[in-house]
């Protein structure tokens, strides 16, 4: 199961570090290669709760070979692309698709591994899954770089033989394929999917429309509006996608909620760090990716060491702990930024990630611990979707708080070197879709005034990228210091090994 969900994770950072070539290839704008990046985390987010429902109906065996051949089926088409006018539009549709593979494909594995393990030896089981797929997470900037030097199209073929792989060992494992006979609530997959695309679309075009344009908030309201139906129709309906009672147990919902904010800053992090390292920092593919390692450090160490205290203790002190070094970690991290030095931040990059090591595993672990009267697919899907409908909400605002204070840092500096306010503006925008849509923004050529204007400032505009990040990274900072307000409510204690035997399968 951990080799068949490798793919998936690797597949959620491989894309940043393959941007810039992609971007200079097929032509795309700073909001189209957002999207692609989007795309898949958004179709993981509205179909993970589908997925760990259909795990459970059709059995998991069914749907993990299911979602490998959507995924790699998708991922063959992401790397065969065509030049022109309709790239962008085949790159996320494809990458969509691809969160749809990798959606059904999770919570079915992650179900079968959560049944091998008895409660009292499945936090360090969990640890061991989480922190080695979080490795191969780390592994998806270094095979980006390595494989961009030959072609970029590479990150998403080289999927082929790790699905065959995984296809093969899941053959010879046996997985065991109990089925439900219940009804799968097509309605309730329906309105999560519109409901969380439009708040996602409003958040992450917010840099396009504006925050006053009636088109973001209205799609923002409408979203949320559509969820609330979601929720309403789901306590009504006789075989809900997701079991919403859940909730009604305190520490269920307080992992949920520290898993939200912890994952605003987790997958947004790569592809804010590496752009930043790559422009600001100007590094190359392979350097931007040995940057992001620094993080996995962190992170590997503190993963198994979250797992051992909730075994221990409780999911309880992981949580706090996780959320504090985090915080503190993106803190000290945002302000090293602007020294421009890559070795100078391995500290505070390792502790970042050592914060959200602390905080992944037990949270997720706790959830499905806790959830006892819903099932492990039920379970899965609904703490899946909450991570990564944050990560899609965190990659759209920060996002559009980066563009927005890039492009008024440009304008500053273009200002200050005599350049006229309205020239400035006009500059500062092409200069901004340059560098946060990640072109190569460290040789501009060209004639034209943002050319020149680029050349004459560019090392400037390289500290104003800098000092753009910093504020992304200290909202970082902020979403796992509201964690820890969360983290104060968990009740605690950890779950008894006899309520375990109760649970549906």
């Known amino acids: 199961m951990m080799f068949a969900v490798a793919m998936t994770f690797i597949d959620q950072t491989i894309v940043s570090i393959a941007a810039p070539d992609i971007v200079s290839e097929l032509g795309l704008s ?48 992401c790397g065969c692309v065509p030049t022109g006018d309709y790239a962008l539009t085949w790159l996320i549709v494809f990458r969509a698709t691809q969160g749809l593979g990798a959606a059904l494909l999770f919570p079915a594995a992650l179900a079968v591994v959560v049944a091998v393990f008895p409660v009292e030896r499945r936090g360090r089981a969990l640890a061991l899954f989480f922190g080695l797929t979080g490795a191969l997470t780390a592994l998806g900037p270094l095979l980006g770089g390595w494989l961009t030097s030959w072609t970029w199209r590479a990150i998403f073929w080289v999927n082929v033989p790790v699905a065959v792989a995984a296809l093969l060992l899941t053959a010879l494992a046996h997985v065991s394929d109990r089925r439900r ?59 809900p996608l997701i079991n919403l009672a859940v909730f009604r147990d305190r520490a269920f919902t307080v992992d949920s909620l520290v898993l939200f904010f912890a994952m605003l800053a987790f997958v947004p992090l790569f592809f804010f760090a590496s752009v930043y390292a790559q422009v600001s920092l100007s590094a ?36 706090k702990i996780g959320c504090v070094v985090g915080a503190i970690g993106f803190a000290l991290w945002a302000g090293k930024l602007t020294d421009l030095s890559m070795h100078d931040q391995w500290p505070y990059a390792a502790l970042a990630g050592a914060g959200i090591g602390f905080i992944l595993a037990p949270a997720s ?20 979707t909450v991570r990564n409908y944050a990560a899609s909400i965190g990659l759209a605002v920060f996002g559009t708080m980066l563009t927005h204070t890039m ?98 399968q």
């Open 30 to 77: 700073t909001s189209g290669m957002q999207w692609v990046v989007n795309a898949y985390l958004l179709a993981l987010a509205a179909f993970f709760a589908l997925g760990g429902r259909v795990a459970d109906l059709w059995g998991p065996r069914r749907v993990v070979v299911a979602g490998t051949l959507i995924f790699v089926v998708s991922s063959v088409l």
């Open 181 to 239: 006979d219940e009804r799968l609530d097509i309605v309730g997959a329906l309105l999560i999917a519109a409901g969380m695309g439009l708040s996602v679309l409003g958040f992450q075009q917010a840099s396009v429309w504006g925050w006053d344009s009636v088109a973001t908030w209205a799609c923002i309201i409408g979203g949320i509006a559509v969820l609330y139906v979601f929720c309403r129709y789901e306590l009504r309906t006789r075989h």
């Open 284 to 319: 190359s593919p392979n350097q931007a990716a040995l940057y992001l390692l620094y993080f996995f450090v962190g992170f590997a160490i503190a993963s198994q060491w979250g797992g051992r205290i909730l075994d221990k203790q409780g999911a309880r002190p992981a949580l």
């Open 365 to 384: 672990t706790d959830a499905v611990n806790r959830s006892i009267d819903a099932s492990y697919g039920e379970v899965t899907g609904i703490t899946q």
């Open 407 to 504: 492009t008024d840092n440009v304008v500053d500096t273009l200002q200050k070197r005599g350049v006229p306010s309205d020239t400035a503006h006009s500059v500062a925008h092409s200069v901004t879709e340059a560098v946060t849509g990640n072109a190569d923004a460290r040789t501009p050529t060209g004639n034209g005034p943002a050319a020149t204007a680029m050349r004459d400032s560019m090392s400037a505009i390289r500290m104003d990228f800098a000092e753009a990040n910093q504020y992304v990274f200290y909202g970082m900072a902020v979403a796992l210091g509201v964690g820890f307000f969360c983290a104060l409510r968990h009740p605690g204690g950890s779950v008894p090994a006899t309520a375990e035997d109760n649970r549906p």
